[in-house]
Each structure stands twice: as structure tokens, then as C-alpha cells.
């Protein structure tokens, strides 16, 4: 079965850096588009930054320049570096992998989430 595993979220002020990592666990041949997802109270999911297997990346316009998300195939990892944080950015972040290749099939997954909180 396969679990994506997010760390790094916290409690950081306006202006500071976080270090998002989310691992891909389970017997797995390959993995598309991985990416990070943001949602804060009362709104919708959405998408803040996606990463191709060959490194292609796709940004939300709000945190284009400031946000960086990179992944390790080898260790099926993606990972997304937060600088120049503001309180705007407060929301819980969600690792997804799309067409997973494992054992038994594929299939997209979901971490359960990591709250990231910028105080002002």
C-alpha cells in the first residue's frame, strides 16, 4: 500500500522560511506530477506548486518567486521550500502524487497534511 508521509510544517513569522518534505512509501515504479496543495479555513483546496518527473514545475500565481518545490525520484520525495512567508500563506499543506505505479495498480494518493502557521 502506498502512504505519502509530509513533515515540516509549524509556526514561523512573516518573513521566515519553512521546509515542506513529503516521502512516498510502499513499493512503487514510478510516479507523474507531484505537487503541494494549500487549504485555509473556509476555503477550497488549492494547488500551489506541481513538479513533472523530469522537473518541469508549475507555480500558483501567489507564491511564484518565493516558493520552491523540487522532488528526489530516487527516494520519491518531493519537497517544497517556503521563503519570504507571509500570514496569507496560514493553511494546512497536502502532499498528492498523481498515477502512481505500484504493486497493486495505480493510483493517485494524498498525505494527511501538515498545518503551517505565519503569524504577523
Known amino acids: 500500500q502506498v502512504q505519502l508521509v509530509e513533515s515540516g510544517g509549524g509556526l514561523v513569522q512573516a518573513g521566515g522560511s519553512l521546509r515542506l518534505s513529503c516521502a512516498a512509501s510502499?513499493?512503487?515504479?514510478?510516479?507523474?506530477?507531484m505537487g503541494w496543495y494549500r487549504q485555509a479555513p473556509g476555503k477550497q483546496r488549492e494547488l500551489v506548486a506541481s513538479?513533472?518527473?523530469?522537473?518541469?514545475?508549475n507555480y500558483a500565481d501567489s507564491v511564484k518567486g518565493r516558493f520552491t518545490i523540487s522532488r528526489d525520484n530516487a527516494k520519491n520525495t518531493v519537497y517544497l521550500q517556503m521563503d519570504s512567508l507571509k500570514p496569507e500563506d496560514t493553511a494546512v499543506y497536502y502532499c498528492?502524487?498523481?498515477?502512481?505505479?505500484?504493486?497493486?495498480?495505480?493510483?493517485?494518493?494524498w498525505g494527511q497534511g501538515t498545518q503551517v502557521t505565519v503569524s504577523s
Open positions: 510502499g513499493t512503487i515504479f514510478s510516479i507523474s506530477p
Open positions: 513538479i513533472s518527473s523530469g522537473g518541469s514545475t
Open positions: 498528492h502524487a498523481a498515477r502512481v505505479v505500484g504493486r497493486s495498480g495505480v493510483g493517485d494518493y
